[in-house]
């Protein structure tokens, strides 16, 4: 059964946090300090946040477009006392190297490839992944080629399902049926400073829940001038993992991994439908919409995070 909360979640999550340990509510725990650290890999430097215990269960985190691991600092705030997070940068975002395009290829293949790389040069042997936006795309790609790493899997607003592609694709499939004669509209769109605050807000009525220094930031970023060309690459590429859909829906109904599936419900890309869609795949999936955004850490971190320590303690 679909399970959407409201008022009266955010009420019993307020009430379940009062009872965990006091980090859980917000506060940073001083035993578990974020480390923020960069590592080579294939010859790039990858910038990632780390805190937790090293030898408790790992939750690798992959952020979305056009995010960091910044974008998780909520959860580090409330899980790091029981569980090991690490949050990378992809390459081309955040604090990690932006290669030039002319010379590197932006595709999630090869993205996917280095995240892979990045876990076996931390030594990551098992993890779970959460993954939101184009993490999902990317945690796919290396659940696939090492599945036995794979613990479990938290989706978090990521598609795996061509109809969970909103109204809003069908400017973006044009732009993939021909590039050259739809770049400029999408890069308009992609990243402006108005793409920018809808893909935080998007149907959300309450505004005032949203700190626009988080759409005012990822716009300064987008706003350097290698990031035009990163981003519509990036953005190009998205169509291969449409085509991918059905391996990954492929391998879930094969492999029947935990699944944990948290949903805002006021996305403005994604359709509403998706969150099922999983649960054709993995009946077992544990499906949670929530008064929340796109990116749903904005605003209802406490939630996510009770959602988390619940649906693990099982793996413990």
Wanted: with cysteine; hydrophobic share 40%; net charge negative.
């Amino acid at each position: 059964m679909l399970q959407y909360f409201g008022r009266s979640f955010v009420a019993f999550a307020l009430f379940m946090s009062s009872l965990l340990p006091a980090q859980s509510t917000g506060e940073r725990p001083m035993d578990h300090p974020t480390f923020y650290r960069s590592i080579k890999v294939d010859g790039l430097s990858i910038f990632y946040r780390e805190a937790g215990p090293k030898d408790a269960p790992t939750l690798l985190l992959l952020h979305g477009l056009p995010s960091s691991s910044r974008m998780f600092e909520p959860l580090f705030a409330r899980l790091s006392d029981r569980y090991h997070l690490v949050a990378p940068d992809y390459p081309g975002f955040g604090h990690s190297d932006w290669p030039d395009p002319k010379r590197f290829a932006y595709t999630f293949d090869h993205c996917a490839e280095i995240m892979k790389h990045f876990t076996e040069a931390l030594r990551l042997s098992r993890y779970t992944l959460y993954m939101q936006d184009y993490g999902g795309p990317v945690g796919f790609r290396m659940a696939l080629a090492d599945p036995d790493r794979v613990e479990a899997l938290i989706v978090q607003n990521a598609v795996a399902h061509n109809e969970g592609l909103g109204p809003l694709w069908k400017a973006r499939r044009a732009f993939w049926a021909d590039r050259a004669a739809h770049e400029a509209t999408l890069r308009a769109n992609l990243l402006s400073l108005q793409a920018a605050r809808t893909r935080h807000i998007g149907s959300d009525p309450n505004v005032d829940r949203y700190d626009p220094d988080l759409w005012s930031d990822e716009f300064a970023f987008l706003s350097q001038p290698v990031q035009a060309n990163i981003q519509s690459d990036m953005f190009y590429d998205y169509r291969t993992n449409v085509d991918a859909y059905p391996k990954w829906q492929d391998w879930m109904r094969r492999k029947q991994p935990r699944l944990l599936v948290i949903w805002g419900k006021h996305d403005p890309s994604f359709d509403i439908s998706e969150p099922e869609a999983y649960r054709r795949d993995v009946p077992e999936a544990q499906i949670y919409v929530l008064d929340a955004g796109h990116f749903a850490l904005d605003t209802a971190a406490n939630e996510i995070a009770i959602l988390i320590r619940n649906f693990l303690v099982p793996a413990r």
